[in-house]
């Protein structure tokens, strides 16, 4: 997919990116640079239409991808089969001839179907939950890893490489991602601690 951006929507486009990317790599770090932006320009393509046109200047906005959008869009790949398999056996389900005790069952069962219904939302919770604790054992990796995309950013502005028109936002985020994995744990540190107060996280 081509993502093709103006240049009075580029701060815009920028924005959701790395907003996108940052609440997605605290809740499924492992989700495809892909998948992240392809959700990021979905989330773009509705948000940009609300933004002011104004002739010949840069709008103002301040752009929160909402956090329960970018989890959405992650847990929705784990759970989209088991919904699925799901529907088609309440669908698969036969028919019984109803009398007047069969109904009343039914009609127990119907009750309990409703609050049957909240199990997969609770599988999801203790899902994220497990994601939060694994986290938590690592409480720095997170700050770190958003201090060098911001860091990045600003340097890639600072050197005009944000102004190319031939480089692309997918590029750069996958050039920044390549940067912080090729570093190990020394290095993520001593920047960490040389650059850790340059930002408000």
Do not use: C
């Amino acid at each position: 997919m081509s993502y093709e951006v103006p240049d009075n929507e580029k701060a815009l486009w920028e924005a959701v990116l790395m907003q996108a990317m940052n609440i997605v790599h605290e809740v499924a770090p492992t989700t495809p640079a892909s998948h992240v932006v392809s959700a990021a320009w979905t989330q773009f393509q509705s948000q940009k239409w609300i933004i002011p046109r104004l002739a010949g200047k840069q709008p103002e906005f301040s752009v929160a991808v909402p956090e329960d959008v970018v989890k959405q869009i992650a847990l929705d790949e784990t759970h989209s089969n088991n919904e699925k398999n799901a529907n088609k056996k309440r669908q698969a389900s036969p028919s019984k001839t109803k009398n007047s005790i069969t109904e009343k069952a039914e009609n127990k069962e119907a009750g309990h179907s409703k609050s049957s219904k909240s199990d997969p939302k609770k599988k999801q919770t203790k899902l994220t939950d497990v994601r939060s604790k694994k986290e938590t054992d690592k409480p720095r990796k997170l700050p770190q890893y958003n201090l060098f995309v911001k860091y990045q950013i600003q340097k890639m502005k600072k050197n005009g490489i944000m102004q190319e028109p031939n480089v692309k936002p997918t590029d750069r985020i996958r050039e920044i991602s390549r940067k912080w994995s090729g570093m190990n744990e020394e290095q993520k540190n001593h920047f960490f601690e040389k650059h850790g107060n340059d930002f408000d996280n």
